[in-house]
């Protein structure tokens, strides 16, 4: 087993090798506008959800009330 600090490069380059090859194709390759606003917009709705979450997960601790557990999250998952 290799030590802490070395598996922690390693994946850390491993993810990081995801934007240069990202930017790699960016560069080389002619993509239309609409992919690139499909991938950004896609982007954007995934950061949105990711916040939405990490905020909703507090507010429901400190609740403590199953029925407004149950109310909000019913809502939130009906939509607008």
């Not at 934007?19 to 609409?34: D, P």
């Not at 917009?41 to 990490?54: N, P, R, T």
């Not at 601790?61 to 999250?73: A, E, F, H, Q, Y």
Request: charged share 10%.
């Amino acid at each position: 087993m290799s030590p802490l600090w070395l598996q922690a490069g390693l994946w850390g380059l491993l993810a990081g090798f995801g934007l240069v090859l990202g930017a790699a194709i960016a560069f080389f390759a002619e993509l239309s506008h609409r992919l690139i606003a499909a991938v950004m917009g896609f982007g954007g709705g995934v950061l949105i959800a990711v916040l939405s979450v990490d905020l909703y997960q507090p507010a429901l601790i400190r609740t403590l009330r199953p029925r407004r557990v149950v109310r909000s999250t019913g809502c939130a998952m009906a939509g607008p």
